[in-house]
T-cell receptor, first 116, second 113 residues
Framework: DQQVKQNSPSLSVQEGRISILNCDYT??????FLWYKKYPAEGPTFLIS?????DKNEDGRFTVFLNKSAKHLSLHIVPSQPGDSAVYFC???????????????FGKGTKLSVIP | EAQVTQNPRYLITVTGKKLTVTCSQN?????MSWYRQDPGLGLRQIYY???????DKGDVPEGYKVSRKEKRNFPLILESPSPNQTSLYFC????????????FGPGTRLTVL
């Protein structure tokens, strides 16, 4: 059973517009959420995170929103740039086991293409 | 430079020939982990280690072994590789504790013929 879901395998956006990537989760024990960005032939790199005690976290052009009641989070990129073209993974962690706060459960990823 | 390194980056081998993929981090991180990435399946955890001599299974541990004899190293061992282990493998590390990000290595692309 997939605990972290990214239902859109791909997304295309014009340069300068907003990109919105979505993520849903099912495990109510998750309390920390992260977004990773991955370019081809490289490892994932951390982008931004949010704790369950917040509903928004912002870092430059990137903002993550968390709706706990809906078990939904989203990543907004404004304005989108061609260099943002990559695969974006949503990940979650929680205290459901001794190692729960360490382990990350990943979604399948969304490939973002920003068109110049 | 703070980093996670993996070797080799690319490997083609044959069924049944034992292999080891090394992983090393220079950030004094307690927690290390191995993932595999497959098309349409995202990143799935194989094994993790919370500290030296402490390892545990992730979501897809079958066919793999790990060891953590030193804090900086966390090798992944395939005793008898099979074609279904053809994948892209990532090692990651983090400080440990709550609310911390994992740092990933560059990946090892393994093909088992």
């Amino acid at each position: 059973d997939q605990q972290v879901k990214q239902n859109s395998p791909s997304l295309s956006v014009q340069e300068g517009r907003i990109s919105i990537l979505n993520c849903d989760y099912t495990n109510s024990m998750f309390d920390y959420f992260l977004w990773y960005k991955k370019y081809p032939a490289e490892g994932p790199t951390f982008l931004i995170s949010i704790s369950s005690i917040k509903d928004k976290n912002e870092d430059g052009r990137f903002t993550v929103f968390l709706n706990k009641s809906a078990k939904h989070l989203s990543l907004h990129i404004v304005p989108s740039q061609p260099g943002d073209s990559a695969v974006y993974f949503c990940a979650a962690s929680g205290g459901y086991s001794g190692a729960g706060s360490y382990q990350l459960t990943f979604g399948k990823g969304t490939k973002l293409s920003v068109i110049p | 430079e703070a980093q996670v390194t993996q070797n080799p980056r690319y490997l083609i081998t044959v069924t049944g020939k034992k292999l080891t993929v090394t992983c090393s981090q220079n950030m004094n991180h307690e927690y290390m982990s191995w993932y595999r990435q497959d098309p349409g399946l995202g990143l799935r955890q194989i094994y993790y280690s919370m500290n030296v001599e402490v390892t545990d299974k992730g979501d897809v541990p079958e066919g793999y072994k790990v060891s953590r004899k030193e804090k900086r190293n966390f090798p992944l061992i395939l005793e008898s590789p099979s074609p279904n282990q053809t994948s892209l493998y990532f090692c990651a590390s983090s400080l440990g504790g709550n609310y911390n990000e994992q740092f990933f290595g560059p990946g090892t692309r393994l093909t088992v013929l």
